[in-house]
Structure formats: structure tokens, C-alpha cells
């Protein structure tokens, strides 16, 4: 059964940084599609950034390009997003999430989604 589990959340000053983790479990990771998806309060869930199955390519959303980095270890099977020059619209809810096939931002084309991890960026 694949498991997907975040960690690395917290509550930083905007301008500071934080690495999230998906570590994920129940699959071969280098045939997976991953990416990160966030929501707000109030808000639809966004994609902020996605990954190929082989760790290679990757797209981001106008909104975190050039501050975000995601990343795969196919060898730990984990996912990464390193988040920097953090600011309070990015206080969110962020959730890892996998499928076969492509990478895309759209929530319900992924099979497989971890808990989420808390981010809080305070002004």
C-alpha cells in the first residue's frame, strides 16, 4: 500500500527558509510522478511545484519560481521542497502527492496524497 508522509513544517519570519519531506513508502519511487500542493484557509488547493518520475524535470507555479526547489531521491524514496525567501502568503497547509503517467497541477489526476505539513510564515 503506498503511504506518502510529510514533515518539516513550522513557523518561520518571512524572508527565512524551510525543507519539506515526503517520505514515501509501498512503491518504486522512480516510476512516480510527484509534486506539492498547498491550501489555505478559505482557499482551492494549488499546485506549487511538480516533479518527473526520474527527478529531472520540473515545473513550479508563477507564484513560488525562483524561491521554491523540489527535488526527488529515487534511492530514499523522498521528496523535497526547499522553500526560500518565505512571505505570509505562503502560510499554508502543504500536501506531496503521487501518480503515474505525467506531471501535472491538477489535484484530481494524483492517486496518492501524504497528511500534509503545516507552514506558517508571520510577518
Known amino acids: 500500500q503506498v503511504q506518502l508522509v510529510e514533515s518539516g513544517g513550522g513557523s518561520v519570519q518571512a524572508g527565512g527558509s524551510l525543507r519539506l519531506s515526503c517520505a514515501a513508502s509501498g512503491y518504486t519511487a522512480s516510476t512516480y510522478y510527484m509534486a506539492w500542493f498547498r491550501q489555505a484557509p478559505g482557499k482551492e488547493r494549488e499546485g506549487v511545484a511538480s516533479?518527473?518520475?526520474?527527478?529531472?524535470?520540473?515545473y513550479y507555479a508563477n507564484s513560488v519560481r525562483g524561491r521554491f526547489t523540489i527535488s526527488k531521491d529515487n534511492a530514499k524514496n523522498t521528496l523535497y521542497l526547499q522553500m526560500n525567501s518565505l512571505n505570509p502568503e505562503d502560510t499554508a497547509m502543504y500536501y506531496c502527492?503521487?501518480?503515474?503517467?505525467?506531471?501535472?497541477?491538477?489535484?484530481?489526476?494524483?492517486?496518492?496524497w501524504g497528511q500534509g505539513t503545516q507552514v506558517t510564515v508571520s510577518s
Open positions: 502527492a503521487a501518480r503515474y503517467g505525467y506531471c501535472t497541477f491538477s489535484a484530481n489526476l494524483y492517486n496518492y
Open positions: 516533479i518527473d518520475a526520474a527527478g529531472s524535470t520540473s
